[in-house]
Nanobody, 124 residues
Framework: QAQLKQSGGGSVYTGESLRLSCAASGTSGTILGINTMGWYRQAPGKQRELVASIVNDGSTVYEDSVKGRFLISTDNAKNTVYLQMNNLKPEDTAVYSC???????????????WGQGTHVDVSP
């Protein structure tokens, strides 16, 4: 099995930047890597939405409102995916969560799960 641990987030002002991290690790051994990972956000009173996702071939997808401002990237050596958020706006305020499919072994076993969530607050 595996787990995802998020870090980063906090309170900033409009135009500032934050970086979120989502680190994958095995709970009963090592993992082989991350197959896919996504960053989602849910603002108060709104539905959760996909912000950005990355696949192990490097392909990425971004929600329209964050294109050109957010960058999703992977550090394969650390089994960590980052979400660099630049030029933040008040409408980016939300709880951000990562999800991932983790490759557990060479037999094709995988694990799917979520990080614990982290608050991002952007003030005008």
């Amino acid at each position: 099995q595996a787990q995802l641990k998020q870090s980063g987030g906090g309170s900033v002002y409009t135009g500032e930047s934050l970086r979120l991290s989502c680190a994958a690790s095995g709970t009963s051994g090592t993992i082989l890597g991350i197959n896919t990972m996504g960053w989602y956000r849910q603002a108060p009173g709104k539905q959760r939405e996909l912000v950005a996702s990355i696949v192990n071939d490097g392909s990425t997808v971004y929600e329209d409102s964050v294109k050109g401002r957010f960058l999703i990237s992977t550090d394969n050596a650390k089994n960590t995916v980052y979400l660099q958020m630049n030029n933040l706006k008040p409408e980016d305020t939300a709880v951000y969560s990562c999800d991932a499919e983790i490759k557990l072994d060479s037999h094709g076993s995988t694990w799917y799960g979520w990080g614990q969530g982290t608050h991002v607050d952007v003030s005008p």
